[in-house]
Structures are given as C-alpha cells and as structure tokens.
C-alpha cells in the first residue's frame, strides 16, 4: 500500500507563484511514474505533468513554459513548480503515483488564482 501527502496549494494573484509537494510512503518500489493531476469545478479531471523515475517528463500543452515537475526519488516525493500563474490554473490539484499495475491518488489540494 501506498500513501501520499500533498502539500502547498492555496491561494495566489495572477502572475504569481506556489510550489506542490506529494510525498509517497509505504511500499513505494523503483521504476514508478509520479504526476500531478487537476480538476476545475465542472470540469473533468486532466493531466498537468507526469515524471518516470528515469526522468522522463510530459506536460499538459496549457502549462507548458510555466510549470516544472521534478522528483526527489530518494525521498520519493515529486514536485510541481507553477510560476505565471492564471485564473484558469484555478483547480483542486491531485498527486497521482504509478506502480504497476496499481495507481494511488493523494487527496488533493485546492490551488486559486485570484486577485
């Protein structure tokens, strides 16, 4: 089994910046994908960038230029770096964990771009 905790969302103006933290426990073995999902209210949930143990990164086209996954694997932790931040980045954001062939979601944490 394993368990993520998430960290670091709340409540940002336009241009602004927030960093996410999802750290995994538990049986959390090698050559694992780990990512981070969101979804706005109304809407379904949708990609925003996905890391392979090996380095291997892939973003959503929307958050291309202005986010940054990145993964401590000695930690087993993955982050998610969000600068030029938008209304439209305004989503409960989910951290998703991939050892196959089970996938773990963390409880997700609210992110908002207001001013």
């Known amino acids: 089994q394993v368990h993520l905790v998430e960290s670091g969302g709340g409540l940002v103006q336009p241009g602004g910046s927030l960093r996410l933290s999802c750290a995994a426990s538990?049986?959390?073995?090698?050559?694992?994908?780990m990512g981070w999902y969101r979804q706005a209210p109304g809407k379904q949930r949708e990609l925003v960038a996905v890391?392979?143990?090996?380095?291997?990164?892939n973003y959503a086209d929307s958050v291309k230029g202005r986010f940054t996954i990145s993964r401590d694997n000695a930690k087993n932790t993955v982050y998610l770096q969000m600068n030029s931040l938008k209304p439209e980045d305004t989503a409960v954001y989910y951290c998703?964990?991939?050892?196959?062939?089970?996938?773990?979601w963390g409880q997700g944490t609210q992110v908002t771009v207001s001013s």
């Open positions: 538990g049986s959390v073995f090698s050559g694992n994908v």
């Open positions: 890391a392979t143990s090996g380095g291997t990164t």
């Open positions: 998703r964990v991939v050892i196959f062939p089970s996938i773990y």
